[in-house]
């Protein structure tokens, strides 16, 4: 188990090693790109055997998209990569103060929605749907665990609406 745990924190920390030598301008496709990458590492190598990935119902959504997920556990915002979109997501801001997580996510472009306004929040959603980005919230805040679904917020749902772009919500269970 530690040998496998010291093989994934290699792979992890790839991206996080990649960042620090892009300049500024490509490095947020590229982060992105690297954070699909790491999403499917973590999904497919760390967690497996005891986690596998099945895919029920309609299709995702065609171009950008703006995609709610309910949230379960840790690894949810790892799921997000099995979507295999560029995307942004809106993240809770203690993961943003993490040293490599919150790094490669800054770089990433991925929105602290804790520190920022509506509006902000808004511009930046169009700025990167207009690019083809689509955007990832998980509109219960935090993590319900094995709780009941909790109460959705309703910023993910307003900005879909006043951007006019497509909400495909996604159910997780089993994790």
Partial sequence: ???????VFLLEALPFLVGLCLPPKPRGAIMRRLALFWGMVTI??????WIRIHRIGAAVVPGPAIHVFNHRSAFDA???ATLAKDLVQGV???PMRLPL????AR???YLDITCMTHEEIQTRAEECLSQGISMV???EGHRSGDAPLQPFRSGAFRLARE????????VITGN
């Fill in 1 to 7: 188990m530690g040998l496998w745990t010291a093989l």
């Fill in 44 to 49: 497919h190598l760390a967690a497996w055997p």
């Fill in 78 to 80: 790892f799921l997000a």
């Fill in 92 to 94: 809770n801001g203690w």
């Fill in 101 to 104: 997580l919150g790094f490669a």
């Fill in 107 to 109: 770089q990433a472009g």
């Fill in 137 to 139: 919230f998980f509109p």
């Fill in 163 to 170: 951007l006019g772009v497509p909400l495909q919500p996604i």
